[in-house]
């Protein structure tokens, strides 16, 4: 193998790419790539509750099946994205968990961590076990995201519970805590994490049994500036409090950057190695995935916050419309 993951294993470290099962089925360029390049895969959305669980106890993972078996047929970990989170979750939950009491929401909050992570026991090293907690702008003093289904019917003890059930369930696996908006130097950013290090004080107060942090790393730098000592800091932080970190959904919004592609590919490159060199340089990283493989795949090319208004393509990730490895490619290389 001559990609990332060879790169990254010198530092005792994994590389990976979020897929989509799809594109591994049809695919034969995005399959090649994704074998060559990582040691670690995950699902774009296939663990999402809105796709695996169209009905109440009716299951679907088919999708997330074919990238699990893929990952094991090429000797790769697996992280599991995502068990509780606010958002993709089918359309009949929220409605239940309103008319249900104490007892039946909590049911229906664990019934998916314990169906999906006895599914993949022993196949899935690592769960983001609750997603997306923080929102800072939704009016609650704690920063706390207000507007979250969990949260209303439990309180911040959702947190605890999910970790719990997830650490009984499956014990061997890494449990993650995950949120975005943590990187940049923005009050917005500041706020975020200040948020996330009080709600540590307050779980890893409890004895809630959190394994790692996780940094989803959707960098917007032509939004918001980004500061290496302060997101130094801010990782040391995390480590200090004997946590693992991952970076587990990297890519660069590159919407408003330089309108030449070339000269644009340079400048996100010297941004991604920036932020990887400070990401990589704390020994609690443990591993790096980019949100996708290429830019005709990437959600930034669609995303209506990120994409380009006159239609072209993004180029926030390593690999170009056609998989030819970009800049971008090489910047994450040097920076393991
Ligand atoms: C995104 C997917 O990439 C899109 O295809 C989908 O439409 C919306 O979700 N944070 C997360 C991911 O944790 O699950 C999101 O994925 C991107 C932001």
């Known amino acids: 193998r001559d990609g990332l993951a060879e790169h990254a294993r010198r530092s005792g470290r994994h590389f990976g790419l979020a897929v989509k099962s799809r594109l591994l089925r049809e695919d ?5 790539t994704a074998a060559r390049e990582c040691s670690i895969l995950v699902q774009e959305y296939e663990l999402k509750r809105g796709t695996t669980e169209p009905k109440p106890g009716k299951y679907d993972f088919s999708g997330a099946d074919q ?36 007892t039946e929401q909590r049911r229906l909050m664990t019934s ?52 719990h059930r997830a650490r009984a369930t499956d014990p061997a696996a890494a449990l993650y805590l995950g949120d975005y908006g943590l990187e940049h130097d923005s009050p917005r950013c500041e706020r975020r994490r200040t948020a996330m290090l009080k709600l540590l004080d307050r779980l890893l107060g409890r004895g809630v049994p959190i394994d ?52 644009r590919d340079r400048e996100v490159a010297s941004i991604a190695k920036a932020f990887l060199d400070v990401a990589l340089d704390n020994p ?20 209506p916050d990120y994409k380009w208004p006159d239609g072209q393509l993004s180029r926030g990730l390593p690999f170009d419309g056609d998989m030819a490895r970009k800049p971008f490619w090489d910047a994450i290389a040097a920076a393991f």
């Open 112 to 163: 998916y961590i314990d169906v999906a992570m006895r599914r993949y026991a022993g196949r899935i090293a690592e769960w983001d076990v609750v997603n997306e907690t923080l929102e800072p702008n939704q009016g609650r003093a704690d920063g706390m995201r207000a507007e979250n289904l969990w949260m209303q019917a439990m309180g911040e003890h959702y947190i605890d519970l999910a970790f």
């Open 212 to 263: 790692a942090i996780g940094i989803q790393g959707h960098l917007k730098p032509y939004k918001e500036p980004f500061n290496q000592r302060q997101f130094a800091d801010f990782l040391q932080k995390l480590s200090g409090y004997g946590l693992k970190i991952a970076v587990t959904e990297f890519d660069i919004a590159d919407r408003g950057g330089p309108p030449n592609p070339e000269k």
């Open 284 to 303: 609690a990283t443990q591993s790096l995935l980019c949100w996708g493989v290429s830019d005709r795949d990437s959600w930034l090319s669609r995303y």
């Open 67 to 102: 990238i699990i078996d893929f990952a094991q047929a090429h000797d790769m970990h697996a992280r599991g994205h995502t068990l509780v989170w606010y958002a993709a979750n089918p359309k009949w939950l929220e409605p239940a968990v309103k008319q249900a009491g104490k």
């Open 28 to 32: 034969r360029s995005y399959r090649t």
